[in-house]
């Protein structure tokens, strides 16, 4: 009985990770993940185009100072601001001519009780940590459609999203819908040849996640953790760098939890 498929052929994964040739635009893209990120993506030959909100403008020139001007670029975005985003992208063509990933880092918590939580920080959190990726993916796939080389979009979610988190009422929300939204994007962007993937970490040791879980309140949370720690930085990225290369073209509409067993059910 003869093969219909010859299982000898291979796809042709490039185990090196290379990315030389590839754009990526992080959102978010001054922050402790995305830094990590961009590290990884540089060392891999990709070029950059980091989004930054305009309260951290501050932060550009000393993070451009260590970096070739011609392998990254700084773009402010708004992207909760569906013209923000569209100009930003702009300038992505403008400078580069090509997107081939994009890596959603953007986001936003403020912990708060149900009862407590204001309507104002519940659309903040939702704008910054749902509609922000909306449109910033719609933006990436419009171009990656139009370009027809395929393309690969990275959202970060949370462990949040797929177990309930006290004071998380509305970040849980903002998160979940995230997953929902990639899972319908993956499949529609599918014929394409684009992949739409999520990442949900526990609480990674970021400056600003290690300064909310400090102390008792961090000693506590670990012990629910199997592997008993929060995650690194570059623990992340090697998930991004992982969805962002070839070895992962076959997995779309995903979400990978990477939160030490928090969420063993």
């Not at 185990?15 to 961009?38: Q, Y």
């Not at 309507?119 to 419009?142: D, H, I, M």
Request: net charge negative.
């Amino acid at each position: 009985m003869t093969s219909e498929y010859d299982v000898n052929l291979r796809y042709g994964v490039d185990t090196s990770g290379s990315l030389a040739g590839k754009v990526a635009v992080v959102t978010g893209g001054l922050g402790g993940i995305a830094m990590a990120s961009n590290r990884m993506l540089l060392d891999k030959g990709a070029r950059l185009a980091l989004l930054y909100p305009a309260f951290e403008a501050d932060k550009v020139a000393d993070i451009a100072a260590g970096l070739d001007a011609q392998q990254v670029c700084f773009i402010e975005c708004d992207v909760t601001n569906a013209d923000s985003v569209e100009q930003a992208f702009s300038t992505v063509d403008q400078h580069y001519g090509q997107l081939d990933i994009l890596l959603n880092c953007a986001g936003y918590v403020m912990l708060q009780p149900v009862l407590e939580t204001e309507f104002g920080e519940w659309e903040k959190q939702l704008a910054v940590n749902l509609t922000g990726p909306f449109l910033c993916s719609q933006a990436a796939a419009r171009r990656m459609v139009k370009a027809g080389n395929g393309g690969k979009i990275i959202n970060i979610a949370s462990q949040a999203a797929t177990i309930a988190i006290d004071c998380h009422v509305a970040y849980t929300s903002a998160k979940a819908g995230l997953i929902g939204m990639t899972k319908v994007m993956a499949k529609e962007l599918a014929p394409y040849k684009i992949t739409v993937n999520t990442l949900s970490p526990t609480v990674v040791l970021t400056p600003m996640g290690e300064k909310a879980w400090r102390g008792e309140k961090g000693e506590a949370m670990k012990k629910l953790i199997p592997l008993g720690r929060f995650a690194y930085t570059d623990e992340i990225a090697a998930a991004v760098l992982f969805f962002a290369g070839n070895g992962s073209d076959m997995i779309t509409g995903a979400d990978l939890l990477i939160d030490g067993g928090f969420t063993i059910w």
